[in-house]
């Protein structure tokens, strides 16, 4: 069974005797469970009973079921409802629009609106540039998505990602500052989709794609970039990226081996792992082997994907065509973002001394962290209940800051890689261990840092 977790939280209304030792019975009923309580409130307190909301941590759907029924099973204790705590935050979305100047009379209304709006409205028609400064454009972003590659869960289509597009534009906002809205669109359709998108982007200064699934999103980015003057960013690519660099580039100072001399194994050539071997490559990374479910990629067979191909070309240069299990065995580090249970702890402990292990499948990583940390040196995950997790967090809305204050519309590899050295440098060296190579998703400094990195690159871009 799976560790309990906040992202499975529930909370249980209950009727309970009137007695000393209620809470303490129900709080021990509940951990015997395997539940982890974190807050016990009572609501109401009778002569004959009380009321209390129990909240506590499960594992899913069916360990809730059990702590419900370990907690009726007391005598006197009647559970009246279950409560799951991720879905009452979803409830009515995670979103609303605020206006960021008040409307509070008649003054106001004829400058936000008619009379006085047709004023700027002709400005931007004489000067279309202004919009930036004059509009929301300034400061807000499209999160564009088909609903073809959500998380884990694949092809959900764009209701059912919408969750996920909220809760991106909330974690902007968040540690940004950055307005942004989901745009789940209800096509899959490559040439619709980039057509779509250019016609709503005069509101936008900037688009995150999310979710698009490989080979199509390599092709809408590449031609939204060209067709745009606004910065186009896909982070299942580079966010991945720049967060998987910036935690490689600490790991292995923990380690004390260079990137350049390191034997990299890559599980995974969608999205993210073409764009961590470009990220790795122009870090200086000499020796990747980028694997797919079939094995190495090589230069020994043809590729009809045309990124197969690429890989096959610019990566591993003594030609290994083997297994993952055979590419991994003396390899340096393995960064995986392909599928659950893939490796195993012997497969881990043939690597090289100090090895060094991502797995960062989710939510089932490639090989189980704690097992994977019995012989490696450095493991990480993309898990939250795990040191060192790889989390995009760290990248996006500070990348997003800095091109929206830059001004920019090209995002180039320097940026990039300034972004992940950013994040890298935000763990101090005396901080710096194993179980610590990337700083917290909620250390306030981290978009702040990325952000200021991105305009420096991008001034140097201009220069």
Not at 200 to 213: H, K, Q, R, S, T
Not at 216 to 227: T, V, W
Not at 234 to 248: M, R, S
Request: overall charge negative; aromatic content about 4%.
């Amino acid at each position: 069974m799976a560790n309990p977790g906040p992202g499975n939280s529930i909370t249980l209304r209950l009727e309970a005797p009137a007695n000393f030792t209620a809470t303490s019975e129900l709080a021990s009923a509940a951990a015997r469970a395997g539940a982890v309580v974190t807050a016990l409130d009572v609501v109401e307190s009778h002569h004959t009973g009380m009321v209390v909301d129990l909240t506590c941590n499960t594992s899913g759907t069916d360990h809730a079921d059990d702590v419900k029924m370990s907690l009726d099973a007391l005598d006197g204790v009647h559970v009246r409802k279950v409560s799951d705590r991720t879905f009452l935050m979803h409830l009515g979305g995670k979103l609303e629009v605020v206006p960021r100047e008040p409307i509070r009379n008649r003054d106001d209304l004829s400058r936000a609106y008619t009379p006085g709006v047709a004023r700027v409205c002709m400005a931007i028609a004489e000067n279309p540039e202004d919009a930036r400064a004059l509009t929301v454009k300034r400061n807000t972003i499209a999160v564009v998505t088909d609903g073809s590659a959500v998380l884990g869960l694949g092809n959900i289509g764009p209701s059912a990602a919408l969750p996920v597009m909220e809760g991106k534009a909330a974690l902007f906002k968040q540690f940004a500052g950055v307005d942004a809205w989901p745009v789940c669109l209800d096509t899959q359709d490559t040439d619709e989709i980039i057509q779509i998108v250019k016609a709503i982007a005069p509101v936008y200064g900037g688009v995150n794609l999310e979710d698009i699934a490989a080979p199509r999103c390599f092709e809408i980015e590449a031609r939204l970039r060209d067709e745009l003057n606004i910065p186009v960013f896909h982070d299942d690519q580079h966010g991945t990226a720049i967060v998987t660099l910036a935690a490689l580039t600490n790991a292995l100072r923990v380690v004390g081996k260079r990137i350049e001399d390191v034997r990299i194994v890559i599980s995974g050539v969608g999205a993210a792992g073409n764009a961590i071997v470009q990220l790795l490559q122009a870090q200086g990374a000499r020796n990747i082997i980028a694997c797919g479910s079939r094995g190495a990629i090589h230069s020994g067979e043809t590729y009809a994907d045309p990124h197969r191909q690429q890989l096959a070309d610019s990566t591993n240069p003594d030609d290994f065509s083997g297994t993952l299990a055979e590419a991994v065995a003396g390899s340096d580090v393995f960064i995986g973002v392909s599928a659950p249970d893939i490796l195993t702890g012997d497969d881990i402990a043939a690597m090289a001394d100090d090895a060094i292990v991502f797995a960062m499948a989710n939510p089932v990583p490639e090989i189980d962290p704690v097992v994977a940390s019995r012989t490696a040196a450095v493991v990480a995950t993309g898990r939250s209940d795990f040191a060192n997790q790889i989390n995009n967090v760290l990248a996006f809305p500070g990348v997003f800051r800095g091109l929206l204050d830059a001004g920019v519309s090209d995002i180039t590899p320097p940026m990039l890689v300034a972004a992940a050295q950013a994040i890298a440098d935000r763990v101090e060296p005396e901080e710096l261990n194993a179980s610590y190579i990337i700083p917290s998703v909620f250390d306030p400094l981290v978009a702040v840092e990325v952000a200021e990195a991105i305009v420096t690159a991008a001034e140097s871009h201009k220069e």
